[in-house]
């Protein structure tokens, strides 16, 4: 199976770069996706790693290392709209297509 | 872009009685479904992956009698709670992936199911 952890909550400053970690099980996958959600809302689709490396996207960047089963999402320039629920998610090498996801990391921006 | 559009937004049953809940993807077609539960502060658990035209997959551990999962076009699936009970009062989503790329998966808004 697949399982992936990450922190259950991050409290940051507007303004301020926060990392959130996400390490993970898997026997294969794909990629690691990131996804931003809203009290109440649906999941919107934030970064996606397939290899290794950086990804940047305007505010976010994503992070991936195979080696280590680890990714994270960094987001700078913290405003408060970002608080949110953030989670990383599987996509397993099977032909489902189906997403795993994590726990989910509560992010509470403070001014 | 790709849209999933999912309806109702919100559904109050009585314990015992049915409730379907429809997904349908407006400019694309779907092939295949995705059906997510999520309890208030925790994360999106799939309960099953819909296929048009065959049988839904169930993840363990989700009663495929009491969650029927129905996907009769490549533009329409549907889940229906069964003999609802206030257990399985919750947050539906479902899903959909987008063309042939890795990351693109577009989701419904989701359904709040509250069963008194």
């Known amino acids: 199976g697949q399982s992936l952890e990450q922190p259950s909550e991050v409290t940051a400053v507007e303004g301020a770069i926060v990392q959130i970690n996400c390490t993970y099980q898997?026997?294969?996958?794909?990629?690691l996706s990131w996804y931003q959600q809203h009290d109440g809302g649906a999941p919107t689709f934030l970064s996606y790693?397939?290899?290794?490396g950086l990804e940047e996207t305007g505010r976010f960047s994503s992070f991936l290392s195979r080696s280590d089963s680890y990714g994270y999402l960094l987001l700078q320039e913290l405003q408060m709209k970002d608080s949110a629920s953030y989670f990383c998610?599987?996509?397993?090498?099977?032909?489902?297509?189906?997403?795993?996801f994590g726990q989910g990391t509560t992010l509470q921006v403070k001014p | 872009g790709a849209v999933v559009s999912q309806h109702p937004s919100w559904v109050i049953c009585k314990s015992g009685t049915s409730v379907k809940i429809e997904c349908r993807s407006l400019?694309?077609?779907?092939?295949?479904m995705f059906w997510y539960r999520q309890f208030p502060k925790q994360s999106l658990m799939l309960m099953a992956t819909?296929?048009?035209?065959?049988?839904?997959?169930?993840e363990q551990g989700v009663e495929k009698d009491k969650f029927l999962i129905n996907h009769a076009s490549l533009t329409l699936s549907t889940l229906t709670v069964t003999s609802a009970h206030p257990e399985d009062s919750s947050f539906y989503i479902c899903?959909?992936?987008?063309?042939?790329?890795?990351?693109?998966?577009?989701f419904g808004s989701g359904t709040r199911l509250t069963v008194v």
């Open positions: 400019d694309f077609q779907a092939t295949t």
């Open positions: 899903s959909a992936r987008v063309a042939a790329t890795n990351y693109g998966y577009t």
């Open positions: 790693n397939a290899l290794d």
């Open positions: 819909s296929n048009e035209g065959s049988k839904a997959t169930y």
């Open positions: 898997t026997s294969g996958f794909y990629g």
């Open positions: 998610a599987l996509r397993g090498s099977g032909n489902t297509g189906k997403l795993i």
